[in-house]
C-alpha cells in the first residue's frame, strides 16, 4: 500500500515560512497528493492536494518533485494559529483507500 | 448547510456491548467514510463507502459493521465493544471527483470501552 513518511515535529519562528517535508516514493502516477491539518482534538482540514504541478492556494503552496516522490508543504508566514498536526496522504492506486500517516507536530514560536 | 454531523459527542460502553455511531451529511457527498484515531497516532480507515449500497473495507475493519442505505448516513456499528476498541472516531464525506476529492471531517465520537 502506498504510505508517507514525514518528520515527527517541527518548529517554526511565528511570521516565517514553515517548510513541511513529505515522502510518498510509492506513490502511482495519478493519484493525488492531500495535506490535511489536525488542530487539537478536531476533525481533520482540507489543506491542498496535488498531482504534478505546484498549487498554490489561500492557506499554503504544495511543492511536488518532478520524479513525484515527495512535496513539500509551504505557509508562508506562520501563525500561532497554524500549531497543529499536518497529514500527508496519498490514496491507494485503483481504490478510495486514504492512508494517513503519524503526521508532522508544527509548533509555531512566537 | 450543516456538514458532517456525528453522534453521540462522548460514548462510554462496557465490554461486549453494542452500538451504532451516528454520521450524516447534507452535501450530497457520494463518498463517506469512517476512522479512529488512538492517542498519540494518525488516522486509520476502518470502512468507507462510495454510493448508497456499496461498501468496502479499510486498513482495520475487524469488529466493525456499515452500510449504507441512503446517501446522507453513513453508521458505524460495534458489534461487541472491546477496550481495544476505545478511540476517537471520525466520519467524513467528499463528491467523488476526477480532480481530487477533498474530504470533510465530523467532529468526532469520543468512544471509552470498559
Known amino acids: 500500500d502506498a504510505k508517507t513518511t514525514q518528520p515527527t515535529s517541527m518548529d517554526c519562528a511565528e511570521g516565517r515560512a514553515a517548510n513541511l517535508p513529505c515522502n510518498h516514493s510509492t506513490i502511482s502516477g495519478n493519484e493525488y497528493v492531500y495535506w490535511y491539518r489536525q488542530i487539537h482534538s478536531q476533525g481533520p482540514q482540507y489543506i491542498i492536494h496535488g498531482l504534478k504541478n505546484n498549487e498554490t492556494n489561500e492557506m499554503a503552496s504544495l511543492i511536488i518533485t518532478e520524479d513525484r516522490k515527495s512535496s513539500t508543504l509551504i505557509l508562508p508566514h506562520a501563525t500561532l494559529r497554524d500549531t497543529a498536526v499536518y497529514y500527508c496522504?496519498?490514496?491507494?492506486?485503483?481504490?478510495?483507500?486514504?492512508?494517513f500517516g503519524t503526521g508532522t507536530r508544527l509548533k509555531v514560536l512566537a | 448547510n450543516a456538514g458532517v454531523t456525528q453522534t453521540p459527542k462522548f460514548q462510554v460502553l462496557k465490554t461486549g456491548q453494542s452500538m451504532t455511531l451516528q454520521c450524516a451529511q447534507d452535501m450530497n457527498h457520494e463518498y463517506m467514510s469512517w476512522y479512529r484515531q488512538d492517542p498519540g497516532m494518525g488516522l486509520r480507515l476502518i470502512h468507507y463507502?462510495?454510493?448508497?449500497?456499496?461498501?468496502d473495507q479499510g486498513e482495520v475493519p475487524n469488529g466493525y459493521n456499515v452500510s449504507r442505505s441512503t446517501t446522507e448516513d453513513f453508521p458505524l456499528r460495534l458489534l461487541s465493544a472491546a477496550p481495544s476498541q476505545t478511540s476517537v472516531y471520525f466520519c467524513?464525506?467528499?463528491?467523488?471527483?476526477?480532480?481530487?476529492?477533498?474530504?470533510?471531517f465530523g467532529p468526532g465520537t469520543r468512544l471509552t470501552v470498559l
Open positions: 496522504i496519498v490514496r491507494v492506486g485503483g481504490t478510495y483507500k486514504y492512508i
Open positions: 467524513a464525506s467528499s463528491y467523488l471527483d476526477r480532480d481530487g476529492d477533498t474530504q470533510y
Open positions: 463507502s462510495v454510493g448508497a449500497g456499496i461498501t
